[in-house]
């Protein structure tokens, strides 16, 4: 039976918001703000009103136990307060990314959704999100209560435009059974990017068992490879890349987001690196070579790969037949760091009910909630008293802690906890920093510095276009 929210949703809208490119539309559907990216500063309730309400909750969930799990705390949110019904939608990922505009571009607004990092800013620019500062501070809801780091991606000029629901604290994983094989020492906690480069480039084997630094190596008979990207080296969807180019001595963007940074020396040096590594020294596989074969690290056919707590859950769940550790990401000249990424809860500017769905997303991210994700040991949190609850009961792998929970109560001297804030206009940047890009990464041109000049010059119009102040 369709919820109340699919109900409200015509076909004819569906088919408008599957045509949309961005989110440009969502101005019509939102309250103009004063400044682009102001979201509202309508005045709150003292309270929440004890009448009964119906609200609208919409949120991307996996069939099975991530849906059952939201469904059984949606209920117990309800018992506790019988005047309020949620009406919940679950949606696969994609359908969610593309079905969310649609409904704001068409008016059928929830009461509070569910908002990516990676997209959070974009739709707090357009107006389509209530600044929570206010009712953190009537209700006191301490950002320091969570992983501070990860408010770094929610907020923008004081206002917080989400309440961060999960972690995801990256770190490289290893096949300890590859390193024995190979008679090369674990990587340390505070390793460094050519120590990786070079273990990476010892642990690529060809079927006659050389590695890719001799001169036997035959690279078109590849049996194992060092290391496992989980995307492109560059600023485009996950966080974790952060971490390598901050070690290079780089960044993405400067402070203001006035200009990508990608023409620095250090953010080519960090290209030039693993454009290297996948098309010269073939240390790491394109995805046409694992296609086909599971998981690269879980099923043997990588020494490394970057990756958080996950690694280890689907690991367990696939009885993995080898030894693992993990560590962190690689430091450099600019430093090492763990860097952090995460979702969160929003309530919408033209929420009906924008109280109702605050108290939601307070319950949802409130620590006997967030200790009960945690110990399926599936989904991080994003509660500092709770992210314990991850870690492993038989202690194994023997760092999973240090590298997954401990940087956040108990940052390790040299170790840096960070973020990244994607700006606006993500998905349009996304695609300039691919058209220049992607032939550097599937090795059909290795001009990595004409590539950056050529997408530094569309981002930074696009940048300036948006006068994200």
């Not at 194992?224 to 963007?253: H, I, K, L, M």
Request: charged share 20%; proline share 7%; hydrophobic share 40%.
């Amino acid at each position: 039976m369709e919820n109340l929210i699919q109900q409200k949703l015509s076909r004819r809208q569906i088919l408008k918001g599957a045509a949309m490119l961005g989110l440009g539309t969502l101005a019509a559907a939102c309250a103009a703000p004063a400044a682009p990216g102001a979201g509202t500063d309508a005045p709150i309730a003292s309270a929440p009103s004890t009448e009964a309400v119906t609200i609208d909750f919409i949120t991307p969930g996996a069939l099975g136990t991530e849906r059952e799990m939201y469904t059984a705390f949606v209920n117990e949110f309800m018992e506790a307060n019988p005047n309020v019904t949620v009406n919940v939608s679950f949606e696969a990922w994609n359908d969610y990314m593309t079905k969310l505009p649609t409904m704001l571009a068409g008016g059928v607004v929830p009461d509070m959704i569910h908002q990516h990092m990676s997209i959070v800013q974009d739709y707090a620019y357009r107006g389509a999100l209530r600044d929570l500062i206010p009712y953190m501070e009537r209700d006191g809801v301490e950002p320091e209560d969570y992983i501070p780091a990860l408010f770094e991606a929610f907020t923008h000029n004081g206002r917080t435009f989400g309440i961060p629901k999960d972690s995801a604290a990256w770190g490289i994983y290893y096949n300890k059974t590859k390193f024995d094989e190979a008679g090369l020492d674990y990587p340390s906690l505070n390793w460094t990017l050519d120590e990786f480069h070079q273990l990476a480039r010892e642990l690529t084997r060809d079927s006659n068992g050389n590695p890719s630094t001799s001169s036997n190596f035959d690279s078109s008979s590849i049996a194992q490879w060092g290391f496992t990207w989980v995307d492109s080296p560059g600023p485009n969807n996950s966080e974790n890349v952060r971490a390598f180019v901050r070690a290079s001595g780089g960044d993405w963007y400067d402070d203001a987001y006035s200009q990508t940074l990608i023409t620095d020396e250090a953010v080519i040096d960090h290209f030039t690196r693993f454009h290297a590594m996948r098309c010269i020294e073939r240390s790491s596989p394109m995805a046409a070579q694992t296609e086909g074969q599971g998981d690269p690290f879980r099923n043997g056919l990588t020494a490394m790969q970057v990756g958080f707590h996950t690694i280890d859950f689907f690991s367990r769940e696939e009885n993995v037949p080898f030894e693992y550790d993990v560590t962190f990401i690689p430091g450099g000249p600019g430093g090492q760091y763990s860097v952090v990424g995460c979702s969160g809860w929003a309530v919408p500017t033209q929420a009906s009910h924008p109280e109702v769905g605050w108290e939601l997303v307070k319950f949802l991210t409130s620590l006997p909630v967030q200790q009960s994700i945690g110990e399926r040991k599936r989904w991080g949190v994003s509660l500092k008293e709770a992210v314990d609850s991850i870690v492993p009961e038989d202690g194994m792998p023997e760092h999973f802690r240090t590298v997954h929970t401990e940087p956040f109560y108990n940052p390790m001297e040299g170790i840096e906890v960070i973020a990244f804030k994607f700006p606006p206009n993500q998905s349009r940047i996304k695609e300039v920093y691919s058209e220049y890009f992607d032939p550097i990464w599937t090795c059909a041109g290795d001009d990595v510095a004409g590539a950056a000049a050529s997408a530094k010059a569309e981002i930074d119009d696009l940048l300036a276009g948006l006068n994200w102040q």
